[in-house]
């Protein structure tokens, strides 16, 4: 071995001893009735007698500055590769997030309120709004499972008083006298007022004696988060005197019946379970407005699931301010999540189309952040949508306008934006998504399937979670920064 080979050899074992003696511990490590020490440099060097301790002194001294060093080197590299790749995602990968200014900072006190909600017994809201893309629970009940299994939280969220598309999540009855009206989308029903509440519709008991039974499902498809619940809030107001509500589920807890204050806009009648249930049924006596229902956990994320099929999500700004905001505040919302623009992509011909679809969106953004101050919004942009032009299936022709618009919107309001177009591949992406195998959308190149919800909604997940672990990231590298 050549003299050059074999001094580098001892070099790389003086290190490797030097890196172990600095990470093992000096009382020793305990084996059975025995206690193993692994030999400090010290005690190397002197091993050989006090005759070349000074020089042994000197040499620990330079070998001990040379592996802080190296190791002061090898945690910089570290740190400024983990910091380059959250920069180059946060500003040109197709799954980031859009942010106001730039500031990746946006989502702290979103993440603040999560990391502290399992400690801190209560519970955190996430509210999805969307078309028929998430109806029935797709997308929603995926994001559900995945910020439920991270931060805490069981129970499906909000549920209407009457649910006319069954979902994955719970199977629900209610008694044919409750009426049900809905401000917007294809089975819009309206009410003589704008009263609607949080979720955009409610129910109305027209006799006296009426209910509502809830059911987890059990399929192969639901999620295991939603199939348990123990906090459940009903939302009722306008009600008539004495208005009460009884709670009937196993190992009942007194007291059981709730009376509603006809005087405040909306009241909550709230049941608290010391197990988790699967069922429940509420008996209500007297007539009001069914708001909706909370079915949650006693602590952690609600994530609830809001589809206005038909709708472009130009609707809450008809929505009563008051009853919606109490919503707001006992809810304790702080994401919410505004999913639209493929049922206006169709309509929009034109640049003129376009300009008017945004100002409309940014009314709404600048509506609900007034009502619900606390609340981070993400805008998220409408997939690909294919149409056949001279016989052939492309991307609607402004589509990519208008989600240009909506990103503008959204950044000119402080919110953020998430381009699901980009993120499935952009121009005539939704082509492949139904020719992949498997397929992850429908033949009518507008609707994902099952397998399609999942993914995009972990894409989704996934670009989310980056900032929280990079909130983090920074906390723990202050001294770097």
């Known amino acids: 071995m050549k003299p050059s080979k074999t001094l580098l050899f001892f070099a790389a074992v003086l290190v490797s001893l030097g890196i172990i003696s600095a990470v093992f511990p000096k009382q020793g490590v305990a084996l059975g009735e025995l206690q193993l020490y692994f030999p400090t440099l010290e005690d190397v060097f002197t091993a050989t007698g006090s005759a070349t301790s000074t020089v042994a002194s000197e040499q620990i001294d330079a070998m001990e500055r040379g592996l802080s060093m190296r190791r002061d080197s090898v945690a910089e590299v570290a740190y400024n590769d983990s910091l380059a790749f959250f920069l180059d995602f946060f500003n040109n990968h197709p799954s980031r997030m859009h942010l106001p200014n730039n500031n990746w900072d946006y989502f702290d006190e979103l993440f603040e309120a999560f990391d502290d909600c399992r400690e801190a017994q209560k519970v955190v809201r996430v509210l999805h709004y969307g078309d028929s893309q998430i109806e029935g629970d797709r997308i929603t009940g995926y994001l559900r499972q995945r910020l439920q299994e991270k931060f805490g939280g069981i129970g499906p969220g909000l549920l209407p008083a009457v649910q006319v598309v069954p979902t994955t999540a719970v199977e629900q009855t209610t008694s044919k006298n409750i009426s049900r009206y809905i401000v917007s989308g294809n089975f819009a029903n309206k ?63 007194s007291p059981k019946e709730k009376t509603a204050d006809p005087n405040l806009p909306v009241s909550v009648l709230e049941w608290n379970r ?32 809001i589809p206005f099929r038909g709708s472009s999500g130009s609707f809450f700004t008809q929505l009563d301010s008051v009853v919606l905001a109490a919503m707001f505040n006992e809810l304790d919302a702080r994401l919410i999540l505004l999913e639209f623009g493929g049922n206006m992509t169709p309509s929009i011909t034109g640049n003129k189309s376009v300009a008017a679809y945004q100002k409309t969106m940014s009314e709404q953004i600048a509506f609900l952040k007034r009502l619900c101050p606390q609340a981070k919004i993400i805008l998220i942009g409408p997939a690909d949508m294919s149409t056949k032009i001279n016989g052939e299936l ?60 999942e993914r995009i909604a972990e894409l989704f997940y996934e670009s989310l979670i980056l900032y929280y672990d990079y909130r983090h990231f920074m906390a723990a590298n202050k001294e770097n920064i």
């Not at 809030?233 to 005197?241: D, Y």
């Not at 049924?281 to 956990?297: C, F, K, Q």
């Not at 909506?406 to 121009?427: K, P, S």
Request: no cysteine.
């Open 191 to 253: 009410a003589g007022h704008r009263r609607y509440g949080i979720l955009g519709q409610l129910g109305v008991p027209e006799s006296n004696e009426s209910n509502i039974t809830v059911k987890a499902r059990t399929w192969k498809q639901s999620f295991e988060n939603g199939r348990k619940f123990q906090k459940i809030r009903l939302f009722v107001g306008n009600t008539s005197p004495y208005f009460r509500a009884n709670l009937n589920a196993a190992k009942a807890q």
């Open 274 to 305: 010391p197990d988790s249930i699967s069922q429940f049924t509420i008996n209500l006596s007297g007539r009001g407005e069914i708001y909706g229902l909370a079915v949650d956990g006693m602590n952690g994320v609600a994530v609830d699931n």
């Open 394 to 453: 492309q991307s609607y022709p402004y589509l990519k306008k208008t989600i240009a618009a909506l990103r503008d919107a959204a950044l000119q309001n402080d919110v953020a934006f998430w381009n699901m177009y980009d993120v499935m591949g952009g121009q005539n992406s939704m082509i492949s998504w139904v020719k992949n195998s498997p397929s992850l959308a429908a033949t009518d190149y507008i609707h994902f399937n099952a397998k399609g919800a």
